[in-house]
């Protein structure tokens, strides 16, 4: 008993050092990957045409499930908002309540979750088979620019889709709460929106939108950091995908805590 | 045996590799290779599986640094070379995957003309419609245009891997393997493409290979790749008059007669 427990506490010593080293290396090539980023996405040419078509596939593989979870959130909401609400007589808040939540923080943090598996994953498996199946090394000796045309573009695009994705997701998720108000306490839809929008400040709609351009950069960055950078074999394709939706994820909350901090400051 | 007999222009290098090594962590792949490519000729490299081969032209073409050593490319030193110099050199420099790496979310014209329009800013539609064809006609596989990578044999891939690389026009081609996988006519056609092209477009060409059918057929001079080192250079008949334990194995197990 007390041999195995002295020796396997080097190995697990040994492990953690290289996963320690692991993580730092892997910190400083994001942090490179990034800058690379800045310096090839903002000199002409600018893509225009495969950003757009980018964009259009960040809409396509996210919408429906999208429009779906966004009402279904505002709906279920509304409706286990009001229990509590009643108890002081003050269901009259509820569109108020419900617009606080959705606008502040469910509308990004949902788009962005949703964008994380659907889109994160599906741009971490394709740059990761290009990557694997030599496509990417096949357009680099052909002098095309790989990064600028694959990485800069997707980035760029669920940069620009996400923000879009999240403002569409506020007002189904409001919709769904509509609805649910609507059937129950008989109200009508002007007097919805003015309570809706009386809540909401400047700083709601900016640090909303800062948080989805955020995370909408996070989500292209990280999908696309794995991808490019998959290692070799039909293994890494996986490993790829789930990468990018694991770490987008996480990072998708920890800047959600940050952000919701710093807004703090500003109300 | 080869019958087309190229002009060879043995006082000019389009490619000169001296003292060029390369490890992997503690696995020294290339351990001092010294290599002239001429003017005009097939060069074959022969070896075995993993004795670096596709290490060698991956360095040729900037995919790899090297350790050491010097890699000059038409003219130009690798290891001082800038981004943009990079750049334009290899666009004259094609390279033939193994395994073809052909862009398998476009259609074969979309494959083609990508190296195009994304190097030659100022062609028209119908400029780059006539190389597409031009080339895809090379190789023999016009009929093909419209399809996608996935509905394409083995053979075929390979053929529009050579198609891609040769509508740059390049100086240098690099065939990785071009008959690896595939049945012994279908590599008879690919080494006669290989010859056809060297005739057609007047390129230098580095032909990575195991088969010694190809070696014969395209080849101008053979260099055996061996321990990480050109060990025996010169004609196929030279390169195999040898006892040489690790070279006539190579030679026995190819040709079972
Ligand atoms: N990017 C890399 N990272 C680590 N090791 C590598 C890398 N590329 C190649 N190697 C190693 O270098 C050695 C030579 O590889 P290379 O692909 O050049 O072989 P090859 O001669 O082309 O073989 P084959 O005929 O099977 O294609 C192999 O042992 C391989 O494991
Ligand atoms: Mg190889």
């Given at each position: 008993?007390?041999?195995?427990?002295?020796?396997s506490?080097?190995?697990?010593?040994?492990?953690?050092?290289?996963?320690?080293?692991?993580?730092?290396?892997?910190?400083?090539?994001?942090?490179?990957?990034?800058?690379?980023?800045?310096?090839?996405?903002?000199v002409?040419?600018f893509?225009?045409?495969?950003?757009?078509?980018?964009?259009?596939?960040?809409?396509?593989?996210?919408?429906?499930?999208?429009?779906?979870?966004?009402?279904?959130?505002?709906?279920?909401?509304?409706?286990?908002?009001?229990?509590?609400?009643?108890e002081?007589?003050?269901?009259?808040?509820?569109?108020?309540?419900?617009?606080?939540?959705?606008?502040?923080?469910?509308?990004?943090?949902?788009?962005?979750?949703?964008?994380?598996?659907?889109?994160?994953?599906?741009?971490?498996?394709?740059?990761?088979?290009?990557?694997?199946?030599?496509?990417?090394?096949?357009?680099?000796?052909?002098?095309?620019?790989?990064?600028?045309?694959?990485?800069?573009?997707?980035?760029?695009?669920?940069?620009?889709?996400?923000?879009?994705?999240?403002?569409?997701?506020?007002?189904?998720?409001?919709?769904?709460?509509?609805?649910?108000?609507?059937?129950?306490?008989?109200?009508?839809?002007?007097?919805?929106?003015?309570?809706?929008?009386?809540?909401?400040?400047?700083?709601?709609?900016?640090?909303?939108?800062?948080?989805s351009?955020?995370?909408?950069?996070?989500?292209?960055?990280?999908?696309?950091?794995?991808?490019?950078?998959?290692?070799?074999?039909?293994?890494?394709?996986?490993?790829?995908?789930?990468?990018a939706?694991?770490?987008?994820?996480?990072?998708?909350?920890?800047?959600?805590?940050?952000?919701?901090?710093?807004?703090?400051?500003?109300? | 045996?080869?019958?087309?007999?190229?002009?060879?222009?043995?006082?000019?290098?389009?490619?000169?590799?001296?003292?060029?090594?390369?490890?992997?962590?503690?696995?020294?792949?290339?351990?001092?290779?010294?290599?002239?490519?001429?003017?005009?000729?097939?060069?074959?490299?022969?070896?075995?599986?993993?004795?670096?081969?596709?290490?060698?032209?991956?360095?040729?073409?900037?995919?790899?640094?090297?350790?050491?050593?010097?890699?000059?490319?038409?003219?130009?030193?690798?290891?001082?070379?800038?981004?943009?110099?990079?750049?334009?050199?290899?666009?004259?420099?094609?390279?033939?995957?193994?395994?073809?790496?052909?862009?398998?979310?476009?259609?074969?014209?979309?494959?083609l003309?990508?190296?195009?329009?994304?190097?030659?800013?100022?062609?028209?539609?119908?400029?780059?419609?006539?190389?597409?064809?031009?080339?895809?006609?090379?190789?023999?596989l016009?009929?093909?245009?419209n399809?996608?990578?996935?509905?394409?044999?083995?053979?075929?891939?390979?053929?529009?891997?050579?198609?891609?690389?040769?509508?740059?026009?390049?100086?240098?081609?690099?065939?990785?393997?071009?008959?690896?996988?595939?049945?012994?006519?279908?590599?008879?056609?690919?080494n006669?493409?290989?010859?056809?092209?060297?005739?057609?477009?007047?390129?230098?060409?580095?032909?990575?290979?195991?088969?010694?059918?190809c070696?014969?057929?395209?080849?101008?001079?053979?260099?055996?790749?061996?321990?990480?080192?050109?060990?025996?250079?010169?004609?196929?008949?030279?390169v195999f008059?040898?006892?040489?334990?690790?070279?006539?194995?190579?030679?026995?197990?190819?040709?079972?007669?």
């Amino acid at each position: 008993m007390d041999s195995s427990t002295s020796t396997s506490q080097p190995i697990v010593r040994k492990g953690l050092k290289k996963r320690l080293t692991n993580f730092f290396v892997r910190l400083y090539q994001i942090h490179l990957f990034i800058l690379r980023f800045f310096k090839e996405a903002f000199v002409p040419p600018f893509e225009l045409k495969e950003i757009m078509n980018q964009c259009y596939q960040v809409g396509v593989r996210s919408f429906t499930l999208i429009s779906l979870t966004g009402f279904i959130v505002g709906l279920i909401f509304t409706k286990q908002s009001r229990p509590s609400l009643s108890e002081f007589g003050a269901t009259s808040w509820l569109p108020s309540l419900v617009s606080i939540a959705i606008m502040r923080a469910l509308a990004p943090l949902v788009t962005a979750l949703i964008a994380a598996g659907k889109v994160g994953s599906s741009i971490g498996a394709e740059l990761g088979s290009m990557r694997v199946t030599e496509q990417i090394d096949a357009m680099e000796v052909s002098g095309t620019k790989p990064f600028k045309f694959l990485v800069c573009t997707r980035v760029l695009a669920t940069t620009i889709a996400i923000p879009i994705l999240a403002t569409y997701t506020g007002f189904i998720a409001l919709l769904g709460g509509y609805l649910n108000v609507a059937t129950n306490e008989g109200t009508s839809y002007t007097t919805f929106m003015q309570q809706v929008f009386e809540p909401l400040t400047f700083v709601d709609f900016v640090s909303s939108l800062i948080k989805s351009i955020v995370f909408g950069f996070t989500i292209g960055i990280v999908g696309c950091y794995q991808g490019y950078n998959s290692d070799k074999g039909t293994e890494g394709v996986g490993k790829a995908a789930n990468g990018a939706v694991v770490t987008a994820m996480f990072l998708i909350f920890v800047e959600e805590v940050l952000i919701v901090q710093i807004a703090g400051w500003f109300r | 045996m080869k019958k087309f007999k190229p002009h060879i222009d043995n006082n000019n290098a389009v490619i000169r590799i001296r003292g060029l090594k390369k490890a992997f962590e503690d696995y020294a792949v290339l351990r001092g290779i010294d290599l002239d490519l001429y003017q005009g000729e097939n060069l074959v490299v022969l070896g075995r599986s993993g004795t670096g081969k596709s290490v060698l032209i991956k360095i040729i073409s900037g995919l790899l640094k090297p350790d050491e050593g010097s890699v000059e490319v038409l003219g130009h030193e690798l290891e001082t070379i800038t981004e943009e110099e990079l750049q334009a050199l290899r666009i004259r420099i094609g390279f033939s995957f193994q395994n073809s790496a052909l862009y398998d979310s476009m259609t074969v014209r979309k494959n083609l003309e990508f190296p195009l329009v994304r190097n030659r800013k100022n062609l028209t539609r119908k400029e780059i419609d006539h190389s597409v064809e031009e080339v895809l006609d090379a190789v023999g596989l016009l009929k093909t245009i419209n399809q996608m990578p996935a509905e394409l044999s083995g053979g075929q891939r390979k053929r529009i891997g050579i198609a891609r690389t040769l509508i740059l026009n390049p100086e240098i081609m690099l065939y990785d393997e071009p008959t690896a996988g595939l049945d012994p006519i279908t590599c008879i056609e690919i080494n006669e493409l290989i010859n056809e092209v060297q005739e057609r477009f007047k390129t230098s060409s580095i032909i990575i290979t195991h088969d010694l059918t190809c070696a014969k057929m395209t080849g101008d001079r053979i260099a055996m790749l061996l321990d990480g080192q050109f060990q025996r250079v010169g004609s196929f008949d030279e390169v195999f008059d040898t006892n040489d334990e690790r070279v006539k194995p190579f030679f026995d197990y190819n040709f079972i007669q």
